[in-house]
């Protein structure tokens, strides 16, 4: 079996000087690959419904919850979602930004499992947790491909089950 983490590509210096991109589209494109994450990154956990953060977080959110007969909710950058949201911002490892999810996107009771490519520095995970609170849901598990843990953001996501499949 392909050793999917050998799929991830780092690019040195971009978006900007002194980042270290983890490119995760040969990943993407090797469909045994593909398949594991996306077993893995729900594997053990019970939701109703996946939320994929922009963008690539609803590459890999999408088919785990189809898989898992959830339903998909986009946390989207602001100024995109055209309905009624609640937005957060929050500093990033390069900048910083402000998500959105629609108001009325889970039902009350609904548990939730967030999903995203890299934990860096935790801030936008931080803020799609409080996103999916601030609608009434409860936030089951926080899942990631891959941690970046010199960068501690677990830390920001204190009380949470967060669950990566590779800490570099
Ligand atoms: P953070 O809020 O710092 O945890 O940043 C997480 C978000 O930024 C995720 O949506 C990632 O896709 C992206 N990100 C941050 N750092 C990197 C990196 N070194 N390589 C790829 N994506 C990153």
Redesign the pocket.
């Known amino acids: 079996m392909t050793d999917w983490t050998a799929l991830i590509r780092d690019v040195p210096d971009y978006p900007k000087p002194g980042?270290?991109?983890?490119?995760i589209t040969p990943l993407l494109a090797d469909h045994g690959a593909f398949t594991r994450v996306v077993g893995e990154l729900g594997d053990g956990l019970e939701f109703d419904k996946v939320v994929g953060?922009e963008a690539?977080?609803f590459i890999l959110a999408a088919p785990v919850a189809y898989r898992s007969g959830a339903g998909f909710v986009p946390v989207r950058k602001k100024g995109k979602l055209p309905a009624d949201t609640f937005e957060a911002s929050?500093?990033?490892?390069?900048g910083s930004a402000t998500i959105e999810v629609h108001a009325d996107a889970f039902d009350p009771g609904d548990r939730v499992l967030i999903v995203?490519?890299?934990?860096?520095?935790?801030?936008?995970?931080?803020a799609a947790v409080e996103l999916v609170r601030r609608t009434g849901a409860e936030v089951v598990a926080v899942s990631f491909l891959m941690e970046?843990s010199f960068?501690s953001?677990r830390d920001r996501l204190p009380g949470l089950d967060v669950r990566t499949l590779l800490t570099v």
């Open positions: 980042i270290l991109f983890k490119d953060i690539r977080g929050y500093d990033l490892e390069y995203d490519d890299v934990l860096a520095t935790g801030g936008t995970a931080r970046l960068l953001g």
